[in-house]
């Protein structure tokens, strides 16, 4: 079957794309770029050098008419931008009509960490004894304990694993390593003695499944959702919702923002700062603590 004129470009870009990106942003961009070209075709549109900034917006109105979030359309708008310098090296466009768009305001709505205490009850509650009960309560203590994104605990190999740290491979395939707390150690220390019980031969995978390969997204995510209604936890569970815990709870412990961009491996301090909101109160008192000039002397409200 012939491919059509659009898509030979976009599977140009897209095979060079993966000799640096991530599985998963491949996976994005294409479907980014497949919805551009059904629009284009849509419009009687059959080459990429009549790409302009008015079909952009439309294009993008339209995605958002539809119900696309802020993030999906800031995503998308990210995947046409490096699309059209593709475009633009390739000989097709003059330039890159994408910057001359509006990125979408992006949403601050963020996931409610889990209270310290009620999270730990949860943590805490034994599992059956199973290598299935000892497998997941490992992953639980290693997303909580590390702060990991869910695509970053999946890619776990054996290897990555040290006495007290772990290494992963962020987004944009960015290495970083990041600590290992004493509960989660002992968790995979316990997961590692049973992982052959489920394990296939020579998989290097740190956390399988029951045909004894690596565990996919999707099952980890179920089985964390899973988690949470046997457990008794009120609240629906995801991996980010344990992530966005564990960045706020050390952040209102150590009150190094800095330290927490590291672990997190967030490129911007900015992204760190809306993701490990702190009430006002809370900020309000560290600043009253730590403030030279914040902290009111004995006789300033008898002058007032």
Known sequence: MTEAPLDTEVTRFLEGLARTASPATVKAYRQD??????????????????LDVGLLRRFLGSERSRGLASRSLGRRR????????????AGLLAHNPVVLTRAPQASRHLPRPLDVDQLARFLDTPGDGSPLAVRDQAMLELFYSSGLRLAELAGLDLGDLQKRRVRVLGKGRKPRQVPVGSRAHQALEVWLKVRGALAGEGETALFVGRRGVRL?????????????????????????RLRHSFASHLLESSQDLRAVQELLGHANLSTTQVYTRLDWQHLAASYDAAHPRARRRPDDDEKA
Do not use: C, M, Y
């Open 216 to 240: 996919g997204h999707r099952a980890i995510q179920k089985r964390l959702a899973e988690l949470a209604r046997t457990r008794g936890l009120a609240e629906h569970l995801h991996p980010h």
């Open 78 to 89: 990210a995947a046409l931008s490096r699309f059209s310098n593709h475009l633009v090296a």
């Open 33 to 50: 770029l497949s919805a551009l070209t059904r629009f284009l075709e849509a419009q009687a549109i059959h080459d990429w050098s009549s």
